[in-house]
C-alpha cells in the first residue's frame, strides 16, 4: 500500500540531454517556487505509518558498516518505515538540526515547506525524498536509503573501478546537478562535496542533503571550520566564504564541482596537504589552487584538469555551465572507456 500524499505537481520525467538549448526563464512556469509562495494547501501531510531506526544488529546483517553519516545541519540514519498495510522498507532518516534559538521557532514550517519543495524534484541522481515525520518533537526528513553509502566510500570498497567508472559516477552527479541548475528559477545545491554523492543500488550516483535547500532559508548558513581530515572546506568558492551572508550560486556549485572531480579522480582532497580548515580556506581566497604534482593518481596531463581549472576560475562569471561541464565529462568517459576496452 502506497502513503497517501497531497497531489504534487511535477514536470515530466527529466530527460534533457547536455546538448538540449536551456529551460525557458519563466517564472509563471517555475517547478519550484521561493518558501514565500509556498501555500498552506501545497504542503504534504506528514508521512503515516510508524518510522524506526534500525538496530545495530540488523544494520550488520545487511552488511553495512555504519548506520550514521554526519550531513550539514543533521545527522543521517538508517530505519524502516512501516507504511499502513505493514510493508516495509529500508528509508534514510535525517534528524535535522539548526542550533539557533529564533530559527528553531520556525523549524517545524521550514521542514514543511522543504518536503514540499524536495518532493517537486524528479530525476534519477536527485535522491529521491519520500517524506517527513515529526517524532517526539524531532523532525526528519525520510529520503531513499542508498546501501553503497557516498562515493568515497563506494570507490574505497570496490578497488578494481575503472577510470572510466569513477567518471560515469561523476557523469551522474552532473547530471543532477545540471538538473538543478536548469530548474525554473535554478536551484543551487550549495553542499557539492565527495560526502552528498552518494551510490544507489543499481549504482548510479545521485545528489543528496536536498533537505537544507530551504529549511535554512532565512537562518545564517555559516561554514564552520573544523581540524578534521575531511576538508569540507576545499568546495568552496571564494565568495562564499569572503561572504557568508551571500545567496548560494550555481556558480559557487561549479566551483565545487571542480574539486569533486579531482577528490573522485585522484582519491584525494583537492586541498589534502593542508592539515586544517583555517589553511585551506586562506589558499582559496588567495588563489592558491592545488598542485598537480600533489595528486599523482590524476597525470599532470590529464585533460581533465583543464576542466577543473575552468572549474576554479576566480570570478564566478568565468567558470562554466554545468551542462558544459557535463559535456566534457561524457567526453572524457567515452574516450577512455574505448582505451580500456583495446587493452
Known amino acids: 500500500m502506497e502513503i497517501t500524499q497531497p497531489e504534487l505537481r511535477h514536470r515530466d520525467e527529466y530527460t534533457q540531454t547536455a546538448t538540449d538549448p536551456p529551460l525557458a526563464s519563466n517564472q509563471s512556469d517555475s517547478l519550484l517556487p521561493p518558501a ?21 544488529s540488523l544494520s550488520h546483517r545487511a552488511g553495512l558498516s555504519k548506520r550514521c553519516y554526519y550531513y550539514a545541519h543533521g545527522e543521517v540514519f538508517q530505519g524502516v518505515l512501516e507504511e499502513p498495510g505493514g510493508l516495509t522498507r529500508a528509508v534514510a532518516m535525517k534528524r535535522m538540526i539548526i542550533s539557533e534559538g529564533r530559527d528553531r521557532i520556525n523549524l517545524s514550517q521550514r521542514v514543511k515547506t522543504a518536503a514540499f519543495q524536495w518532493g517537486q524534484l524528479s530525476h534519477p541522481n536527485i535522491l529521491q525524498f519520500i517524506g517527513y515525520k515529526i517524532v517526539d518533537g524531532t523532525h526528519w526528513m525520510v ?78 548558513k555559516y561554514f564552520t571550520p573544523d581540524n578534521s581530515n575531511r576538508g569540507d572546506a576545499a568546495y568552496r568558492s571564494k565568495e562564499s566564504l569572503v561572504d557568508q551572508d551571500a545567496p ?29 580548515d583555517a589553511s585551506r580556506i586562506a589558499a582559496i581566497c588567495m588563489g592558491d589552487i592545488p598542485r598537480r604534482a600533489d595528486h599523482p593518481l590524476l597525470p599532470e596531463l590529464d585533460p581533465l584538469w583543464n576542466i577543473i581549472n575552468e572549474c576554479w576560475s576566480a570570478e564566478p562569471e568565468a567558470r562554466p555551465s554545468m551542462k558544459h561541464v557535463l559535456q566534457q565529462l561524457e567526453r572524457e568517459r567515452d574516450r577512455r572507456q574505448v582505451h580500456e576496452n583495446s587493452q
Open 248 to 276: 548560494v550560486t550555481s556558480a559557487a556549485d561549479v566551483f565545487a564541482f571542480g574539486g569533486l572531480i579531482l577528490a573522485v579522480m585522484s582519491g584525494k582532497n583537492p586541498q589534502w596537504r593542508k592539515r586544517i
Open 143 to 220: 529520503s531513499q536509503w542508498c546501501q553503497h553509502s557516498n562515493v568515497t566510500r563506494y570507490i574505497a570498497n570496490n578497488p578494481e573501478i575503472t577510470n572510466s567508472g569513477k567518471l560515469k559516477l561523476l557523469c551522474d552527479a552532473a547530471r543532477g546537478l545540471t538538473y538543478l541548475h536548469s530548474l525554473v528559477p535554478p536551484v543551487a545545491h550549495g553542499y557539492i562535496k565527495p560526502n552528498n554523492v552518494l551510490v544507489k543500488d543499481n549504482l548510479e550516483a545521485t545528489l543528496c542533503d536536498l533537505g537544507d535547500l530551504e529549511i535554512f532559508h532565512g537562518a545564517k
Open 36 to 56: 514565500s509562495q509556498v501555500i498552506e494547501s501545497q504542503v504534504p501531510s506528514e508521512l503515516s505509518g510508524s518510522l524506526e531506526m534500525v538496530s545495530i
